[in-house]
Structure formats: structure tokens, C-alpha cells
């Protein structure tokens, strides 16, 4: 036999909260918290319910308790008022810090500047350099539109040159005729230079050293 | 003619930029051309397809657009987020203004030509107002989600079409808001992965949009609507540009295979006013990749990453049926990018960003190996040639012109921003450089720079359309005189050319004519009458003084500097005429030079030929055979003497970049094969063919 353990109290634990902190101004609401700390009762259409709770678990084949609709509605909407307000609260709460703290930073801000009378004399000094031979360009800037200008010219590439495109080798594009002649033709760059550079070089190295014992043996 | 020994020189490796964008001028029938590098070139189209103008390329400007506005001003956008327009007259870029929008994907003039739309990478269009002296900011338009990557304006300047990534919009102008968004399908009739590029939109007073995009579909939408009308697929990789004629009946395509497509409007049945789109002729004259295509009134015009510029007129529209109606394809540069120290056998080579001086092979031939030497033999090397000088240029600025002295002491180039003078040591096989710093501001953006034969004198062509010359001496220089423009604007790419005596200077580049001044007392001592055609290479001659001016419908000019007025043998050409094949050659004529010995030879060349022309031998008329290579020996004298005429042409060595006279036996052909420029081109689409 399964043993369930002692059913909770239906009331919600913020209940207690809502006891510090609310005002039970309605009397529905008394009524419905009267009804919620004690039994769950119905409306006409239930059943009364057990009245003690403990006998669960004796009497483990005991049917569930019953309830209404009406109540577990009451209690939703209840459920979803309190977290709203909680919600509001906290909100009003994090706007305030917000709000101060974009204070404090505006008047820290305004410590770090420069007086305004320097400021606008350099803003109308920037203009008048524009017949200089120099050009005062922020380097932000340029890097912002160099990667932009690389990333245009990669999508170029990647369109005309990427993957999925049908592309070859000049080599085999103009050995096509080759292959078409009569008289069968070989490639137009037959032979790759660029295979095995490193076994070549080795040869040749191996070569003159062979060469230089053999004449020396031979003396 | 006599026998030379010839340099075939082949270790130039000069490889030309892709061609970027193109836009035609109507007005001027004028061709502006930008390249991947950020050269800006301009064609005059009916001065025999003759580059006039140019302006240098720059490391950071990755032009994407080009447009021509009303009162002929030339506009480019690029991916560093940067209006520019060019000034035509001083050769220079007026001003760069900022978007603020982020790299410009596209640009386009509105029909009046007072209004300027650029497509920018964070998806806004904004539009610009011309102003006389700059242009103006005027709003933004609804901002998009993805790149605007082509732009067309309705010719009644209410609407526009803007391609984007998957989709097409319209938008209204008075308003700025987006009107209708076409999607675009991935695929035809399929599902893909990759996304739809719109590479090009084209918008036609009848309210049809045409668009083509990177699955290889051209479609027709109906921009009333905002739904798709006919979609036709014509290639397996991307059509990467469009561009519609004037009167709106035919259109050309540009696709990635290099085939370049002609949609035409042509009735239904032969006798019904319905019209449809037709895709016509198919031409297959590039190898890689079309980016651009344009359409002026009688031909299609198409350039790509594969470097050449493709002229197709086509024959309907072309009236009388002469060579003008043939296939023009211009590959080769129209200015000399070498330049040569006979003394000391040098070769000075002229790229975007560095300068390569080598020297050339010897060979120990000698008088027994010659006499029994055949015509046309290969002589073996007894030395190779020598790679000397590396030298690159300091900043992102390309080099406009360069020049090494006869002698071999002196190298000059010049950028837009700065003027590099360098002073060379030859010590037994070593070269030591050492830079002349402190260069006045005036020489810089030079056009042309030459130095005169006993390298004592620099003179330079400025943009300004002044002439500096500058006094060398030593390790330093000295400035002695400025002749300022004379009448006339600065028209044309200057060139100069110097007597041998070093007496006589000639500058052509303005509209009034070649101007001929006296270098010993500064002073102008005469000018060449006006020709209507530009001038494309010049040379005096030594002892005669004779000036020798080639322009680019293929006529040569010889003037006399002393007695002021053209020579006899000129008049006695210009009445008679040039052979038609003479005057049908496509490329023009880069480097005139000279025989120390015989003052009657004149040597020329261009892409495809040189020519020795005798003045003392007959002149051909259309009747001889113009192309007549040397005749076997046992041909009987008469008819030797009955087909010798004055031009003696050889095409050898082709194709030719430069061709000079080293000392009175040698010559030096620099060539430079098509191949080895393609060998060196991006990867092209790969194309299947059948038994392969």
C-alpha cells in the first residue's frame, strides 16, 4: 500500500505574507480566507469533505478531497493577483535605482568633461582644417569600414568563387581544344613542377656529395 | 633594309586587371571602362576605338559602379562606401564623397540625369540630388534586409527596380516606400541550397522589370502587379549583367561562361502587333566571366575578367557594310609601358605597383656564325638575360608613367599623389639605387615623362597641362622652366617626344594641336595644325629634324621643325592616300623610331606588325599588295623591283608590346603571347563537353 504522505494545507503560503503586509478590506475576501485556512468547502453541487486531515494515513483508500470550481478559481485569480502585485512592486522598486544610479553616472560624466568653452572651440576648428594637406581621420573609424569593405569583398568571392560554384582550372579549361584535335594532344601544363620539392632537392643534394666521394676514391 | 639581330624579348609579364563596369555616353559616343584595379579608362568610339583618357587605379577603391550623368560627368561607387566623380578636363578625381551606407553594391542616374541612386550593403537606397559643382544628399528610402546589388530607374524617373538577395522590390521615388517585393525562385523549377543573387534588373516604360541572377535565369516580372510573367533559362552558371537599348527593343545578357546573349522584341507572326522577347544571337567571344555589358545604338559592348574589350556591332543596325561593321577586341594596352637604354641595353618595365629593369642576353655570334646564318635563325645565348631591379612603388597608388635616360643612370615614375626620381650605379655586374628626395609638388601626376638624349634634361607633362623641365646634374636637379598650357584644353593623354640634339621638344595633349617648343632658348617655336583624331605616338627624327606624329585613324604625319611646314613626302602620302589595309588595322601604332644611318627609314609598330617605311621607295596604291614579305631570291629582278614599295611589314613577331632600334644591327621585340596572360586569369566556369 502506497503510503501519501500528509496532504499540505490548501492555503498558499504567502498567505501568511499577505496577512502582514495586506489589508482584508473585503469581506469576500475574509470569507474566502475563512474558507481556505479551514476545509475547502463547496458550493451546492460537492460533497462536505473530511475533517480530519489525519486520519490519511490510516485510511490510505480514502478519496481525494474534492473542490469545487469556484473555489480553485477564487484561489487562481487570488494567486495571480498577489504575484502581480509583487511583480509591480519590484518593478517600481528596480526603476527607482535605475533612476538614481543614471544620476549619479550624468554627474560623474559631466566631472570627467572638459569645460564647454573648449568643446566649442574644437568642434569649430575641425572645420577650418579642411584646406590643410593633413586629414584628421579616427582610426575606429577605418577599421569599422575596412572590415566592412573585407566582408563585402569575401561575399564577392564567396558568390563567384565559393563553394557550389562550377569553377576550374585555367590548365584544364585550355586543354579542352586538346582533347578535341584529331591528333589527341597533351595538356597544356602537363608536367607539375611543384610535386615533391623537397625529394628533388634531396636528389640533387645527394648527387653532388656522391659525386665528390667518387672522385676522391678514385685519386 | 639590311640585316638585324633581334631581341625577342617574352619575360614581360604583364597581365591587365578585369574589366569591372562599362557606360556608354550616347552624346559624346565615349565608353568610360573601370578595372578591378581601380583604373577608370575612356574610349572614344569614333575615333577608331582609341583609349583617350585614363585615370590610375588606387590598392583601396574596388569600383562596383560607373555611370554617366547629364553634362557629361562621370560617377563611380565603390565597396569603400565612396561617391567619386572624375574631372574629364583636369584629369583628376574632383571629390569622393561618402555614402554612409556601407560598401555601394550599385549606382544609377535617373533618365533627366539630375539625380544619383546608390544601393548600399546595409539595404537602403539613397537617393542624391546633382548639384552643379558636387552632389547631395537628399533622403533614404525603405531600408531592405539584405544587399542592394542592382538598381534600375523607370524611364519616366516614378519608380524603381532593386535587386537584392532571393528578391526583387519596387519602389515608388515621390515616396521612398517599397511598393511590391518579388521573390525570386532559387532555382529553375527546383529547389537549391545556394541563394538568389539578382545581378542585374532592367526596367522598360511598359512596366516590365527584367532581371537576371546568378541560377541563370533571365525573367520578365510585371511590375503592376509584382508577379512573374516569363522566365527563361539560358546558361548553367550565373548571367551576371544586363543592359537594354534606347529604344527599348533589344537587350543583351551577359553570363559567367563568357557567352554574351541578344533578346530581341519580334512580332508574334510576321504580320501581328504582338511582340515577344526572343532570345536571338548567342556570341561566345570571351572566355571567362562577363561582368558588364552595354548597348549603344549600333553595337553590343562586353567586358569581363578575361581583360578583353568587345566592340560587336551589330548588322542590322549598322548601315553601310564596311570593316566598321567588324568585331573590334581590344586587349593590348594604346601607351607604351616599356621603355629602353640603348646605351646600355636596359629594359625598364612599367606595372601597377612596382617597375622591373632588366637587361637584355648577349649572344657571342660572330662574323663567320652571321655570314652562314640563314634568315630567321635562332642565334643561341651566351648570356641570359638579367632580372636587375625590383622596385615597388611605396603606397596604394598605381603608377601613371615611367622613364628610364638613355644612358641607364636615371629612373623617374610618377603617381597621382607623388614624383620618385632615382639615380643608378653600375659597379662591374652590381646596381646601386639611391633615391633624389625632396621632389617639388608640381610634378607630380605626371602623364608623361621622358628625358632627353644625353640625359642632362628631364621633362615632364603634367596633368595641368604644363610642361617642366628640370635640369640633372649629379645626384641633383634643378628646375629650369615651366611652359604653361598653351590655348586649347587638355584633351588627350599627353605624349612628348625630344630631338637627338636635344634642341626641339614636342608635346601633343592638347585640342590645338602638337605644340613644338625650342628647348635651348624656352621659347614655343611652332605648332602642328589640329588634326580631329588623337595622337598615339611620336618621334624627330636625328639630323632631318623631322617630326612624326601617328594618329589613331591610322594616319602618319611627317613635319619639319626648322621649315615649319610638312614635308614633301608627307603632302606626296596624304594625296595619294594609305592602302585601305593600312588604315583598316584595329590597334594603334605605340612607338615610332629610327635608323642612326639611314635617314630614310622609319620604323613602326602596333599589336600586330611592324613596318619599316622607306620614303625613298614608291608608295602602294590600293592595288598592290600591301603585305608583301620578302621574295625568294630566284625571283627575277623586275618583279622584285615592280612590288618594292615603301612599307616594308612583318608580322613575326606579334603580339607586340615594343619594338626598338638597340645600335644600327639589333632590334628588340618584346612580345607578350595571349596564352601566358590567360595562364594567369582566375579560374573560369567549367564548361562539359561532349568526348571529354
Known sequence: MVQLRPRASRAPASAEAMVDEGQLASEEEEAEHGLLLGQPSSGAAA????????????????????????????????????????????????????????????????????????????????????????????????????????????????SLYGPGTNRTTVNKFLSLANKRLPVKRAAVQFLNNAWGIQK???????????????????? | MGEFKVHRVRFFNYVPSGIRCVAYNNQSNRLAVSRTDGTVEIYNLSANYFQEKFFPGHESRATEALCWAEGQRLFSAGLNGEIMEYDLQALNIKYAMDAFGGPIWSMAASPSGSQLLVGCEDGSVKLFQITPDKIQFERNFDRQKSRIL????????????????????VFDVKSGSAVHKMIVDRQYMGVSKRKCIVWGVAFLSDGTIISVDSAGKVQFWDSATGTLVKSHLIANADVQSIAVADQEDSFVVGTAEGTVFHFQLVPVTSNSSEKQWVRTKPFQHHTHDVRTVAHSPTALISGGTDTHLVFRPLMEKVEVKNYDAALRKITFPHRCLISCSKKRQLLLFQFAHHLELWRLGSTVATGKFLVSGKNGDTLPLSKNADHLLHLKTKGPENIICSCISPCGSWIAYSTVSRFFLYRLNYEHDNISLKRVSKMPAFLRSALQILFSEDSTKLFVASNQGALHIVQLSGGSFKHLHAFQPQSGTVEAMCLLAVSPDGNWLAASGTSAGVHVYNVKQLKLHCTVPAYNFPVTAMAIAPNTNNLVIAHSDQQVFEYSIPDKQYTDWSRTVQKQGFHHLWLQRDTPITHISFHPKRPMHILLHDAYMFCIIDKSLPLPNDKTLLYNPFPPTNESDVIRRRTAHAFKISKIYKPLLFMDLLDERTLVAVERPLDDIIAQLPPPIKKKKFGT
Open chain 1, 47 to 158: 460533497e462536505p469533505l473530511e475533517e480530519d486531515e489525519e486520519g490519511d494515513d490510516e485510511f490510505d483508500d480514502e478519496a481525494p478531497e474534492e473542490l469545487t470550481f469556484a473555489s480553485a478559481q477564487a484561489e487562481a485569480r487570488e494567486e495571480e493577483r498577489r504575484v502581480r502585485e509583487t511583480v509591480r512592486r519590484d518593478k517600481t522598486l528596480l526603476k527607482e535605482k535605475r533612476k538614481r544610479r543614471e544620476e549619479l553616472f550624468i554627474e560623474q560624466k559631466k566631472r570627467k568633461l572638459l569645460p564647454d568653452t573648449i568643446l566649442e572651440k574644437l568642434t569649430t576648428a575641425s572645420q577650418t582644417n579642411q584646406n590643410k594637406s593633413y586629414l584628421a581621420v579616427r582610426l575606429k573609424d577605418q577599421d569599422l569600414r575596412d572590415s566592412r569593405q573585407q566582408a563585402a569583398q569575401a561575399f564577392i568571392h564567396n
Open chain 1, 200 to 219: 628533388k632537392q634531396n636528389a640533387k643534394r645527394f648527387k653532388r656529395r656522391w659525386m665528390v666521394r667518387k672522385m676522391k676514391t678514385k685519386k
Open chain 2, 150 to 169: 542592382s538598381l534600375s530607374w523607370h524611364p519616366s524617373g516614378t519608380h524603381i527596380a532593386a535587386g537584392s538577395i532571393d528578391y526583387i522590390s
